[in-house]
């Protein structure tokens, strides 16, 4: 597999680094439209990888990355706050020691979010790449591989009649 | 900057009836059902603005670029709710309406010191002057938008200075969201010129 040249800091301009860091500021939009659902992120995150994917492969790769790494912080916080609201609002459940250690485990998955994120902003910010775990080669890949060219493409369609 | 609106010298009475009777429906509800989500993206950019203007001290110009349109649209919209303008508002926000334009130059720096001034102390030393103030405007920009309905509806014509001081109050009001939103240090004139 090929891959386009990445670009150096110098190469991008302020926009495309703006751009890029704010991908990861998305992880605040629940914030900003006053709507405390983990979904809001997400949400947020997909419209603005829509939105940037047309732009420079330095921008469609922060976007990308960062909304993959949304994916699993949104399960989490969904699910913890529909076991939450089962248990304070609905009495369907009660407080046990399996919810307290996995309200730990997305507190501190969310710490953890919360830090690669800043890092990749900051680093978005410089015109620097920054890789998360698994998602930064997944995001990579998808950004900067060549695809194949057109003219290989009709080589592969178009072939002579059986005779 | 700058709001201008183009003076009409005359209005289409028909149009006028139209709006004013079936506006709500053809020109308010499907509008404002878009702008309604727009407007939620609208605050998800100015609250990451916030910070970004925080920690590096200018706003980001792709999200500067869309506040830039979305206020295009609205004005687009109100223009027509206002009667200030003929014509049916066009969707989108890349369009271009021949009668206003508004130009919002984008600041290459602001200052994070007034950012912080207006995020805590903003409601006292601009929203309740301001407010005070366009308060009783927009009494009269309203008073004056009543009778301009029947001035254009027997004359085909809006008397200009009436014109002039209801685009005045939206300019005013712009200003001032533009202060507000963070997307300009320049304090908010008391004046709609």
Known sequence: ?163 | MNLSVRYQESFSRGELLLRSIFGLFYIILPHTFILLFLSIWSSILTFISWWIILFTGSYPESFYEFQVKLLRWSTRLNLRVYNLADGYPAFGLDVQDESFTLDIPYPERLSRGTLLLKSFFGIFYVVFPHGIVLYFRLIWTMILGFLAFWSVLFTGSYPQSWHEFNVGTLRWGLRLNLYMSFMSDQYPPFSGK
């Open chain 1, 1 to 163: 597999m090929e891959y386009h040249e990445i670009e150096q800091p110098n190469d991008l301009t302020k926009k495309e680094k703006e751009d890029a860091m704010g991908a990861y500021l998305m992880m605040f939009a629940s914030v900003g439209a006053g709507l405390p659902l983990p979904i809001i992120n997400l949400i947020a995150s997909i419209v603005y990888f829509i939105i940037n994917k047309g732009k420079s492969r330095f921008v469609k790769f922060h976007s990308y990355q960062s909304l993959l790494s949304q994916f699993p912080t949104t399960v989490i916080n969904a699910v913890g706050v529909f076991w939450a609201v089962q248990i304070f609002l609905l009495d369907n459940y009660e407080v046990t020691d399996i919810f307290k250690g996995y309200v730990l485990m997305a507190v501190v998955l969310n710490l953890v979010y919360f830090i690669f994120s800043i890092v990749g902003a900051v680093k978005a910010r410089k015109g620097l790449m920054y890789y998360f775990i698994f998602f930064g080669k997944l995001s990579y890949h998808y950004a900067y591989a060549k695809s194949p060219t057109s003219e290989v493409a009709k080589v592969i369609q178009n072939v002579p009649p059986k005779l």
